[in-house]
């Protein structure tokens, strides 16, 4: 449901058996997914302000954090009447902070002001949960749904099977073939949602065949993946670029878009608008300019994880068998922050950074004074540019610095700090400077040694 919901006007977060997420990390999540599409001189005002809560949100208790990241943005968002929140799982988030993340949801759920939102919840009532959930301000709001008939679980996933074959007209499999597939869902929705993808995808005539590949070799949602990403292109060249483009995603601090990963990887608009378009199944994007979003946490897990777990079957004894097998896609985050701090000093500051950016006619005028600015701002100053301006110094915290970066930091201190200054002042992030500024220093007395004066 959050996959196929107007980005803009449903925000999403999944927690996992396999992170550590507490309350803050969906906070954060949230408020990135708002960044994404609310945007503007007001909403730059805004977020430069928070600036500490995004950066440090242990510093902050959870009541807070909840509170200038979500609800108030929410209610300063007019884009749409209602807000819809998918939030999964929240019994795996951390005991410590979730029944007080859940009276957060509930509290902005019924309250009367703006913002107005719809809460999608999933979790198991665990006694804390439960508590929250019966308390007697909330309990008329809920409208609560059980999922521990198996039976009735398994026919709700064959209704979305029925359903998505359906809809992507596929007519040539037999009852028993659909039968065998949902039972290898095994109650997620989300394999049914990438196997019908990849089921889909192929022509009418191959369809039974990939389906019975799906049968016979994909047990878990990892092999899934596997696959998924496979057919981007067998090429070495095709396989480093979706590499690359999976390294930026992964660790960007905000979803991006695909014009500003094209500028991050001094890519071809076209190579990368045709790989994301091929992962249509794991990636939620629409114009070349608007957010790239990962559909489902898993996905992250996934290439974060060296090796993966195969299971099959033992021919002699019937026995299913798990063994340990290389991830090829897997990506070291490091890389990933290198990769984008080279992104932002070369590939885009270096070439877009430029004295007077905004065609100011005169320097006498105050920017507020300036009646065109955000006009201004929105022409001249690209997504990328911004996105660069903004968190180079973040990646450079957690990159380890090679002879390349070094380089391209020398250039940026010697040729380009005083207009990366106007950048964020124009866009009112000029506050953000000393943070950053003390990151660079620090990187380079302690990682190389030496004291800066």
């Known amino acids: ?105 509930l509290e902005s759920c019924t309250s009367t002001s703006q913002p107005q939102l719809r809460l999608l919840l999933t979790t198991r009532k665990e006694d804390d949960i439960r508590r ?61 949602f990438h196997a019908c993808n990849l089921v889909k995808d192929e022509c009418p005539g191959d369809q039974p065949l ?11 949602l990892d092999s899934l993946y596997l696959r998924t990403l496979a057919q981007v292109g067998s090429s070495s060249r095709i396989q480093a670029r979706l590499m690359n483009i999976l390294r930026v995603i992964l660790v960007a601090r905000e979803p991006l878009s695909i014009n500003t990963i094209t500028a991050l990887l001094s890519e071809n608009v076209q190579n990368v608008t045709e790989i994301v378009k091929k992962l249509g199944s794991i990636f939620g994007s629409g114009a070349a300019d608007d957010p790239v979003y990962v559909l489902h946490a898993t996905f992250n897990e996934f290439l974060v994880r060296e090796t993966l777990t195969e299971q099959g079957m033992d021919p002699k004894t019937d026995a299913v068998e798990e063994k340990k097998i290389p991830n090829r896609y897997y990506i070291n985050k490091a890389d990933g922050e290198q990769a984008l701090v080279k992104g932002c000093l070369s590939n885009v500051m270096a070439k877009e950074l430029r004295f007077n950016i905004c065609h100011l006619e005169s320097s006498c005028l105050l920017n507020e004074e300036v009646i065109d600015m955000d006009n201004r701002i929105n022409k001249y100053i690209s997504k990328s540019l911004r996105y660069s301006c903004l968190h180079w110094a973040s990646h ?18 010697h040729n380009l700090f005083l207009v990366w200054l106007e950048v964020l002042s124009v866009t ?26």
């Not at 009112?428 to 004066?453: D, H, N, T, W, Y």
């Open 1 to 105: 449901m959050a996959i196929e919901w107007s980005s803009s006007q449903c925000f999403n977060f999944f927690f996992s058996t396999s992170s550590s997420h507490d309350a803050s990390t969906l906070c954060i999540s949230l408020a990135k997914q708002i960044i994404g599409c609310c945007y503007g001189a007001d909403w730059d005002e805004y977020w430069a302000k928070l600036s500490s809560e995004l950066a440090s949100p242990a510093s902050q208790n959870i009541e807070n954090l909840w509170e200038k990241l979500i609800h108030h943005p929410l209610g300063k968002c007019v884009m749409h009447k209602h807000h819809v929140l998918v939030v999964d799982a929240l019994d795996e988030c951390s005991k410590e902070t979730r029944s007080r993340l859940l009276k957060c949801l």
């Open 132 to 192: 929250v959930l019966e308390m007697e301000e909330f309990r008329d709001a809920i409208v609560p749904r059980s999922l521990q008939d198996s039976k009735t679980s398994r026919e709700d996933v064959a209704r979305y099977v029925e359903y998505r074959l359906n809809e992507g007209n596929v007519v040539g499999l037999k009852p028993e073939q659909r039968n065998k597939l949902v039972d290898r869902c095994n109650g997620l929705f989300i394999f049914a």
């Open 210 to 220: 990939v389906l019975e590949e799906i049968l016979a070799e994909f047990t878990s």
């Open 396 to 413: 450079l915290e957690s990159a380890t610095l090679d002879a390349d970066i070094l380089h391209h930091l020398k250039h940026f201190t």
């Open 428 to 453: 009112k992030r000029v506050g953000l400077a000393p943070k950053m500024l003390s990151i660079l220093i620090e990187c380079i007395q302690v990682r190389f040694r030496f004291r800066v004066k």
